[in-house]
């Protein structure tokens, strides 16, 4: 059974830091395209980043592009989301999402393009 579970979220001070973990089961995480999606109350959720099968390639929306960096570990089948000298505006809750069917090449980075999604976390930046 495919499943995907976050982990690490928290409230945090602006400015601090926090590492968001995605724990796969039931499939080889490197083997597909793993992104992170982020909803604050009242927006529509949006790409932060992903991180590639092929070439373990990364994307950063403008937004986190230079604060976060996304990650891969194989051997435990598990994507990591480092956020550091966070706002709050990065306030929402953090998902994680796996593109099974390659969806990306033909829909791009939106979430129509991900099928398999965790739980989510919810991060709160706030002094």
């Known amino acids: 059974q495919v499943q995907l579970v976050e982990s690490g979220g928290g409230l945090v001070q602006p400015g601090g830091s926090l590492r968001l973990s995605c724990a796969a089961s039931?499939?080889?995480?490197?083997?597909?395209?793993i992104a992170w999606f982020r909803q604050a109350p009242g927006k529509e959720r949006e790409g932060v980043s992903y991180?590639?099968?092929?070439?373990?390639?990364?994307y950063y929306a403008d937004s986190v592009k230079g604060r976060f960096t996304i990650s891969r570990d194989n051997a435990k089948n598990t994507v990591y989301l480092q956020m550091n000298s966070l706002k709050p505006e990065d306030t929402a809750v953090y998902y994680c999402?796996?593109?099974?069917?390659?969806?990306?090449?033909?829909?791009?980075?939106?979430?129509?393009?991900?099928?398999?999604w965790g739980q989510g976390t919810q991060v709160t930046v706030s002094s």
């Open positions: 991180i590639s099968s092929k070439d373990g390639g990364t």
């Open positions: 039931g499939f080889i995480l490197d083997r597909y395209t």
């Open positions: 999402a796996a593109d099974l069917w390659g969806r990306m090449v033909v829909a791009g980075f939106s979430d129509v393009s991900f099928s398999s």
